[in-house]
């Protein structure tokens, strides 16, 4: 069985650049993920989706980033324009019942 | 809210030695509770959880984790760790449908 696929990998931009990640879930799994993880630090929600609908979006700071889930299966997830603070690895993962399988991550640099 | 606390953000131990791995968190009412591993440059990968049942889990890898309600504890215990257990660990609640809560990691270094 596939994973979670993330990409790119990595990526540098400079701040008040733009930038998009793409994830593809597991396939048949409805609810999709997305985390943003701080450098010694825990991950932390940026937005729920089941299927193409939001569940929880309360800690995504809609000034600057959003997040699109089209035909409930992969998703992208940007930021415009780019801040120092939001370097960090941005987790996608996806979940059938009660497990999260999580992909690889973006790790993304503002310079 | 949910909360969640590690009490150590890295523990050192040599290899073959025990280890535990101390995890708290806010409220007893309906927990499921997680450890996840992440490894150098990867996601995170789920090494056991409690949703209900017996207090005592047992996981992937040797690791094992104990449902303490009283003391809203899960910390999570190997009785020999081995070089390819250096790695974060996380630990994670998440009460009924609502969102996981992940604390802050605790960083597992096996000295040989």
């Known amino acids: 069985e596939a994973g979670v696929a993330q990409s790119p990998r990595y990526k540098i931009i400079e701040k008040r650049q733009s930038v998009a990640f793409w994830c593809n879930p597991i396939s048949g799994h409805a609810t999709l993920y997305w985390y943003q993880q701080i450098l010694g630090q825990g991950p932390k929600l940026l937005i729920q989706?089941?299927?193409?609908?939001?569940?929880?979006d309360s800690q995504l700071p809609k000034d600057r980033f959003s997040a699109e889930r089209l035909k409930g299966v992969d998703s992208t997830l940007k930021i415009q324009p780019a801040k120092l603070e939001d370097s960090a690895v941005y987790l996608c993962a996806s979940s059938f019942y009660q497990e999260q399988y999580f992909g690889p991550g973006t790790r993304l640099t503002v310079t | 809210a949910q909360s969640v606390t590690q009490l150590d953000s890295q523990v050192p131990v040599f290899e073959e030695a025990p280890v535990e791995l101390r995890c708290n968190y806010s409220s007893s009412v309906s927990v499921y509770l997680f450890w996840y591993v992440q490894y150098p440059n990867q996601g995170l990968q789920l090494l056991l959880k409690?949703?209900?049942?017996?207090?005592l889990v047992k996981g992937i890898n040797g690791f094992e984790a104990e449902f303490n309600k009283s003391q809203t504890s899960f910390h999570l215990r190997k009785p020999s760790v081995h070089i390819s257990d250096t790695a974060e660990y996380f630990c994670?609640?998440?009460?009924?449908?609502?969102?996981?809560?992940f604390g802050q990691g605790t960083r597992l270094t096996i000295n040989p």
């Open positions: 409690y949703l209900s049942g017996s207090t």
């Open positions: 994670a609640v998440r009460k009924g449908a609502q969102k996981l809560v």
């Open positions: 989706f089941q299927n193409n609908g939001v569940v929880d």
